[in-house]
C-alpha cells in the first residue's frame, strides 16, 4: 500500500488531518456516538482520578469498545537513558509488548513523519520495526499527537485479522483520543513534575526545614506548570453547572469561544454562548446529564464573543451534586473547519450535478472496473428511466443487440489499454425510435496517476448522420449527372473530331477522285477520238491517282490500327543503318544526321516498310522543325520496360523493348501543340503544306505493333521521339510469300465462288479469275452464296469480302461453309484488318492488284493440292 500520505478533506474527518488515498476511498461506518460518549466520560473520569494511568485506560477503551484488536500509546522520550519511543500503554492480543522501545527516528512513527499526518500501513515489510511481533500485523493505523505543536506521542492501533479494515469513523473517534492523550501527556508531565517537587520538598523537609519556602515555591510553580498543560490544546474543556453556569474552562475553549476565561468563569452561562435555534440541543443534552450523568456526544453552533458563529462536538459528563447545582464537564473539538468542508462538498457536489444534469448529452463516469457508477438525468430525458438504473450494466439495455457485442469490444480494448474510447452505436429512446450515439470517454488518474475509471460522455449525433447520408446521396445524384454531363462532351468532341476527320478526308479523297475521273474522262475521248496511245497516259494518271487514295486509306488504319501489317523478323539497327543515304538525301546540306546506334540490339517483329515509312515522317518533321539548318540524331537502344511504366497503355507488357529515337535541335513545340500531335489531321504547317497524318500515322502503326511511342519537347529545346517496339520471335509470323507472277492453271479449271456486295468489286475480280481459266461463281450476299454452294457440284476457293450486307458477314458464311465443306480454302477481302485467321485462310486488303489477287487464289489452291504445279489444273 503506498505510504504517502497527502492532504484530504473527506466528509466526517478532522480539518487539516491527512490520509492515506486507500483510508479515503473506504466507506466509513455509522457513528456510534453512545459509545463515544460513554468512552470520553470514561476519559475525562480517569484523567481526573488518575491521570497517571488514563493512557492505558485510553488503550483499553479502544479493544473495549472494539475499535481493534492491539492498541498502544508510543511516548517520545528523549532524555532517558534510552532514549526512543517507549510504549507506555499497550492492550490486546500485544499486551505483553509494554515497555518495549523503538528507536526515535524508526518506522512509520519516526521523526521523519509530518507532524499530523494519519498513517495506515497493511502488512508492513520485514524491515518496518514491530512487523516481526506475533500475531502479526493486517493493517495497523497511527495517530500522533502534539503538545504545544510538537509532536510527543502516538496513538496506534492493530487488526490482525484480514476481514477488519479501518475506515474514516476508526480516525475520528481515534483523532479525538488521540487529543486525551495528548492532554493526558501534558498532565502526566505536569504531575510528574509535581510529584518530584513534593519529594523533593519531603527530602528538603526532612533534610533542612530552612529550605520549606524554596519548596513552597516549587510547588506553586509546579501547580502553575499544572494550569498551563490544562491551557494547552485543541481539546476545548468547560466546567459548568446544570442551570446553565460557567464554572471554568482552559485556554483551548476560551480562544475557540473568543471569551476570556475570567469572562467565562464569571456571570456567564453557556446558553448566552449557544443561538437560539440550538438551545433545544443543548437542553436536551442537559437533561440527559441530570437523569443518567452522560449523553451522547452532540453537534452544536455557538456564538463568538465578536458574534461570529462556529461549530463544536461536545462530550459532557456529570462529575458531582444533583440536581441544577450539579457540576458537570464537558470536552469540546472545534469542526468549524469540517463542517464547511463538508457543507462546499455538497455545494461542489450539487454544483456538478446541475451541470451535468443541464449538459445536452448523455454523462457517465465509471470506476476503476468499468462499472457505472454515474449517470445524468439526460439519460431520464432521452430513455424514459430513471438514471440510477442505468448504473453498473444497466446502460446496455438501451443498445441495440446486434451493436453491443462490438460495441463492448471496442470498450474493453480502450479499457484494458487504459487509453481514450470512442465507438458510435444505436439505441432506441423512450418513444421506440432509432438513435445514433457517439460514445466518447477518457481514462479518470489520481495524483499518483493511478487509473480510477473512465468519464465521458454519449451524443446523439442521429440528426447529422442523416444529414451526412443525405448529403451523400445528393453527392452521388451529381456525380451521376456530372459523368452523364461528360459523357455527352465526350459525345460532341468525339462528333467535332468524327467532323474535321470527315472533312479532312473528303477534301484528299476529292482531289484523288478527281485525277481518277478526269484521267477516265480524257482517256474515253481519246479512245472515241481513235487516239489509244494518248488514252493510255490518261489511263495511268487514274491509276496513280487511286493509288494515292489507298495510301490515304492505309494511313487512316494505321491511325485508328486497322491496318493490315506484314509483320518480320527486321534488324531495327540494319533498318536505320540502310535507311542512313534517303535520310541525309532527304535532310538536305544544312542538317548534320548522326548516327548513335547500340549495335546488336536484336530483331522486332513489325512491318518494315511500316516501319521505314514512320521513321522517315518522323525524319521529315524534324527537318521541317529546322529551317535554318541544326541537327538530327538517330539512336537505337535496348530499354526494360516496367511493370510501372507500362500502366496505363493499353496493350502495352512490361518486358524487352528495341528502342528507336529521333532527337533535332529544332523550334520544340508547346503544351498546347503537345498535347495535339498525335490528332489526325492536326498540324501547325500553312494550308496545303502537310496533311496532319503524319504523327498519327506513326502511333497507330507502333500501338499496332503492340509498343508506344513518347514524345518530348519544349519551345527552343527541339524534339525527342522515341518509338518502343517489343523484341519477339520470328516464328510468332508467317510473312505472306507471292509469285512473281500469276500462274495460269492447267487441266480441269478450279471452281472459285466470289462473294462481294459491290458489283464494281466482284466484276473486274471475276473476269480476271476466268481470264486465268478458273471457272467463277458470283454471289452479292451469304445466303444468295450458300443456295450456290449447295448447288454446285464443286467448289474448290471461297473468295468473299469480310464486311457483306444480307445478314450474314463473310466471317460468319466462311464458317458456314466449312461446315458443309470441311477443309474448303478461305480468301477474305477487305479494307481492314481481321483478327489471326485459322489454317487455310487468308486476307487480301482493299483496294489490290488483280495479279495479287490471282496469286493469292493459285498459293491457296496448291496449298491444298501439294502436288500440283505449274500448268496443272485444280481437280
Not at 722 to 750: C, H, N, S, Y
Request: charged share 25%.
Amino acid at each position: 500500500m503506498n505510504a504517502t500520505a497527502r492532504r484530504a478533506r473527506p466528509a466526517g474527518d478532522l480539518e487539516g488531518v491527512l490520509i492515506t488515498e486507500e483510508l479515503a476511498r473506504r466507506p466509513g461506518r455509522p457513528p456510534d456516538h453512545a459509545a463515544q460518549s460513554q468512552a470520553l466520560a470514561a476519559l475525562a473520569r480517569e484523567m481526573a482520578d488518575s491521570p497517571g494511568t488514563v493512557l492505558q485506560r485510553l488503550a483499553d477503551l479502544v479493544i473495549e469498545l472494539g475499535l481493534a484488536q492491539s492498541a498502544g500509546i508510543s511516548i517520545l522520550r528523549g532524555d532517558d537513558p534510552a532514549p526512543g519511543r517507549h510504549w507506555d500503554a499497550v492492550a490486546g492480543l500485544w499486551a505483553g509488548q509494554i515497555d518495549r522501545i523503538r528507536p526515535s527516528d524508526a518506522g512509520p512513527c519516526g521523526a521523519k513523519l509530518p507532524r499530523d499526518a494519519v498513517l495506515l500501513l497493511a502488512r508492513p515489510p520485514a524491515g518496518v520495526p514491530a512487523a516481526d511481533i506475533v500475531p502479526r500485523i493486517q493493517e495497523i493505523l497511527l495517530l500522533p499527537f502534539l503538545v504545544r505543536g510538537e509532536r510527543v506521542g502516538t496513538l496506534w492501533v492493530v487488526a490482525h485479522d484480514p476481514a477488519r479494515a479501518f475506515d474514516a469513523e476508526d480516525v475520528r473517534l481515534l483523532s479525538s483520543f488521540a487529543d486525551f492523550a495528548a492532554a493526558a501527556c501534558r498532565v502526566q508531565a505536569a504531575l510528574a513534575e509535581t510529584k518530584h517537587g513534593y519529594a523533593e520538598l519531603e527530602r528538603r523537609v526532612e533534610a533542612r526545614t530552612r529550605d520549606l519556602l524554596r519548596a513552597n515555591e516549587r510547588l506553586g510553580a509546579s501547580e502553575e506548570r499544572f494550569r498551563r498543560a490544562m491551557s494547552i490544546g485543541t481539546v476545548g474543556v468547560l466546567f459548568f453547572r446544570l442551570d446553565g453556569r460557567i464554572i471554568d474552562a482552559n485556554e483551548a475553549f476560551a480562544r475557540m469561544s473568543g471569551y476570556s476565561r475570567d469572562e467565562l468563569a464569571g456571570s456567564a452561562r453557556s446558553d448566552a454562548l449557544t443561538p437560539p435555534e440550538c438551545l433545544g440541543v443543548a437542553a436536551r443534552a442537559r437533561a440527559d446529564l441530570a437523569l443518567r450523568g452522560e449523553t451522547a456526544p452532540y453537534e452544536k453552533e455557538l456564538i463568538r464573543k465578536d458574534g461570529s458563529r462556529w461549530w463544536g462536538l461536545f462530550a459532557p459528563m456529570r462529575l458531582t451534586g444533583a440536581g441544577e447545582g450539579a457540576e458537570c464537564v464537558e470536552v469540546i473539538i472545534d469542526i468549524t473547519a469540517w463542517k464547511r468542508t463538508e457543507a462546499a462538498l455538497r455545494e461542489s457536489e450539487a454544483r456538478f450535478r446541475h451541470m451535468a444534469d443541464s449538459a445536452p448529452a448523455l454523462i457517465w463516469m465509471t470506476d476503476a472496473e468499468g462499472q457505472v457508477v454515474f449517470a445524468n438525468m439526460h439519460y431520464d430525458h432521452m430513455f424514459g428511466r430513471p438514471a440510477a438504473e442505468m448504473l453498473g450494466d444497466g446502460w446496455s439495455s438501451v443498445v441495440l443487440a446486434e451493436d453491443l457485442g462490438s460495441f463492448n469490444a471496442a470498450f474493453q480494448d480502450a479499457f484494458r489499454a487504459r487509453r481514450a474510447f470512442r465507438a458510435e452505436t444505436r439505441v432506441r429512446d423512450r418513444a421506440g425510435q432509432l438513435r445514433w450515439l457517439r460514445c466518447e470517454g477518457v481514462p479518470r488518474l489520481d495524483d499518483a496517476g493511478r487509473f480510477l475509471g473512465y468519464t465521458g460522455c454519449n451524443v446523439d449525433i442521429t440528426e447529422a448522420r442523416l444529414a451526412a447520408e443525405e448529403l451523400e446521396r445528393r453527392v452521388a445524384t451529381r456525380t451521376a449527372e456530372l459523368m452523364a454531363a461528360e459523357e455527352t462532351l465526350r459525345q460532341a468532341q468525339k462528333m467535332e473530331a468524327v467532323g474535321q476527320l470527315t472533312g479532312g478526308i473528303a477534301h484528299d479523297f476529292n482531289n484523288m477522285l478527281q485525277g481518277v475521273t478526269g484521267g477516265l474522262d480524257m482517256a474515253r475521248r481519246r479512245v472515241a477520238e481513235g487516239r489509244g496511245e494518248d488514252a493510255l497516259r490518261y489511263l495511268e494518271t487514274a491509276r496513280e491517282a487511286a493509288t494515292r487514295a489507298a495510301g490515304l486509306t492505309r494511313r487512316l488504319l494505321a491511325f485508328a490500327r486497322r491496318q493490315r501489317l506484314d509483320p518480320k523478323p527486321i534488324e531495327a539497327d540494319g533498318l536505320v543503318t540502310g535507311m542512313a543515304d534517303l535520310i541525309r538525301r532527304t535532310m538536305g546540306p544544312g542538317i548534320v544526321v548522326e548516327l548513335q546506334l547500340s549495335g546488336g540490339i536484336g530483331r522486332v517483329l513489325c512491318d518494315a516498310n511500316e516501319l521505314e515509312s514512320a521513321l522517315l515522317n518522323l525524319c521529315i518533321n524534324a527537318r521541317d522543325a529546322m529551317p535554318e539548318g541544326g541537327r538530327l540524331m538517330i539512336g537505337t537502344a535496348d530499354v526494360q520496360l516496367s511493370a510501372a511504366e507500362a500502366a496505363g497503355q493499353e496493350g502495352v507488357a512490361p518486358g524487352a523493348y528495341a528502342m528507336i529515337s529521333v532527337m533535332d535541335t529544332g523550334e520544340g513545340m508547346p503544351p498546347e501543340v503537345l498535347e495535339r500531335v498525335f490528332e489526325p489531321f492536326f498540324t501547325t504547317k500553312p494550308l496545303g503544306q502537310g496533311t496532319g497524318l503524319g504523327l498519327s500515322q506513326v502511333y497507330g502503326f507502333v500501338r499496332q505493333s503492340g509498343g508506344l511511342v513518347r514524345l518530348e519537347s519544349a519551345p527552343g529545346r527541339g524534339t525527342t521521339v522515341r518509338i518502343f517496339l517489343p523484341k519477339r520471335d520470328a516464328a510468332e509470323v508467317e510473312p505472306d510469300r507471292m509469285p512473281p507472277e500469276p500462274p495460269a492453271p492447267a487441266g480441269a479449271a478450279a471452281t472459285v465462288l466470289l462473294v462481294d456486295d459491290e458489283a464494281a468489286v466482284r466484276g473486274p475480280a471475276a473476269e480476271r479469275l476466268r481470264e486465268l481459266g478458273y471457272r467463277v461463281l458470283e454471289a452479292a450476299d451469304g445466303p444468295a452464296a450458300l443456295r450456290l454452294l449447295s448447288g454446285a457440284a464443286r467448289v474448290d476457293l471461297l473468295i468473299t469480302d469480310v464486311g457483306l450486307t444480307g445478314g450474314m458477314n463473310g466471317r460468319q458464311l466462311a464458317e458456314a461453309a466449312r461446315e458443309r465443306l470441311p477443309g474448303l480454302p478461305v480468301l477474305f477481302i477487305t479494307g481492314y484488318a481481321t483478327t489471326r485467321l485459322p489454317a487455310g485462310m487468308e486476307v487480301i486488303a482493299k483496294p489490290f492488284a488483280l495479279d495479287l489477287l490471282a496469286c493469292r487464289v493459285q498459293s491457296l489452291l496448291a496449298a491444298r493440292q501439294p502436288g500440283a504445279g505449274p500448268g496443272a489444273g485444280p481437280g
